[in-house]
């Protein structure tokens, strides 16, 4: 079955500009979680979404925004871009966010961002 | 806090054995992850524990202790392609799936 998978997989934007990036989870996912990796921080948690609702958020400005649809898929926005937010953004799905143990957190392949 | 530690780098040779050691210190726990990561890629999903114990697949294995907040990844029959970042990362109790990642391990396997 298909991975998680993110669009647009690269993307040069201009500071100040804001930015969309979107997630369709593995099918029967529900649980969708969004994480910012640069160098310098490694991986950061942003939020996560299940069932349309965001159930946790990250230590990130009110610029970074997320939401999800009723088919799962959830999209992620950052307002007013600055230099440091060039990062890979990658978001993760599970199937509820349940700490059993079938409940794997998958990545997608990312989405490479560089503010210019 | 939260706080998770592993070793920065590690060097092996080809056909060996490595272990790659994570500690934790977290509010609360509810299960440890190992992800590799190659270099411009996304991470990828190794092991999940969440009770005590060693859990294995295939050349990989994994360690829980959550009395010691300990956890190792070894990997056996190592190949030129394990050359890669291993992340140690912890769901915290309360998380569902909001993950604390340590910074990684940059593991080189040579020939």
């Known amino acids: 079955k298909a991975g998680v998978t993110q669009t647009p997989r690269y993307l040069i934007k201009t500071r100040g500009q804001q930015v969309t990036l979107s997630c369709s989870p593995i099918s029967g996912h529900r649980s969708v979680s969004w994480y910012q990796q640069t160098p310098g921080q490694g991986l950061q948690f942003l939020f996560e979404y299940f069932s349309e609702t965001q159930r946790n958020k990250g230590n990130f400005p009110g610029r970074f925004s997320g939401r999800q649809f009723s088919n799962s898929r959830s999209e992620m926005n950052v307002s007013t871009l600055e230099l440091g937010d060039s990062a890979l953004y990658l978001c993760a799905s599970s199937l509820n966010g349940q700490p059993s143990s079938g409940n794997t957190i998958y990545f997608g392949e990312g989405s490479w961002l560089t503010v210019v | 806090g939260q706080n998770i530690d592993q070793p920065t780098e590690m060097t092996a040779t080809e056909g060996a054995i490595v272990q790659i050691n994570c500690t934790y210190q977290t509010s609360g726990f509810n299960g440890l992850f190992w992800y590799q990561q190659h270099a411009g890629e996304a991470p990828t999903f190794l092991s999940y524990n969440v009770l005590d114990g060693l859990e294995e697949k295939g050349r990989f294995s994994s360690f829980l202790s959550r009395s010691k907040g300990y956890s190792y990844l070894l990997l056996k029959e190592l190949q030129m392609k394990d050359s890669a970042s291993y992340l140690c990362?912890?769901?915290?109790?309360?998380?569902?799936?909001?993950?604390?990642f340590g910074a990684g391990t940059r593991l080189a396997v040579h020939p």
């Open positions: 990362a912890v769901r915290v109790a309360g998380g569902y799936n909001k993950l604390i």
